[in-house]
């Protein structure tokens, strides 16, 4: 059974940086895409970025686009987000999410099977 674990949240001023870490367990987890979404009270859960199984295409929101880079290591098991310029709208619970289909092509909207239990990142104008 896959299981994901969130890291890396935190309180952060308006253009500062955060770098969020999800580890996985579960010896499959080169052979499916990995995403991060994030969700504030209220709303649906939305799509940030994602990344290939092998880590050659990455896809992202427009909102996020030049500021967040997603990034894996297939080896250590991990998934990165990195969060540059930060603005109080990036402000939400962020999860990690495993794709449902194995060696699937990166997509903005994608069917998971797992997700982690969340990690909250908070910045202050």
């Known amino acids: 059974q896959v299981q994901l674990v969130e890291s890396g949240g935190g309180l952060v001023q308006s253009g500062g940086s955060l770098r969020l870490s999800c580890a996985a367990s579960?010896?499959?987890?080169?052979?499916?895409?990995m995403y991060w979404f994030r969700q504030t009270p209220g709303k649906e859960r939305e799509f940030v970025a994602g990344i290939r199984w092998s880590g050659g295409s990455t896809a992202y929101a427009d909102s996020v686009k030049g500021r967040f880079t997603i990034s894996r290591d297939n080896e250590l098991k991990m998934v990165y987000l990195q969060m540059n310029s930060l603005k109080p709208e990036d402000t939400a619970v962020y999860y990690c999410a495993r794709d449902a289909n194995v060696r699937a092509s990166v997509s903005t909207k994608p069917a998971i099977a797992t997700w982690g239990q969340g990690t909250q990142v908070t910045v202050s104008s």
């Open positions: 579960g010896r499959t987890f080169s052979t499916y895409a």
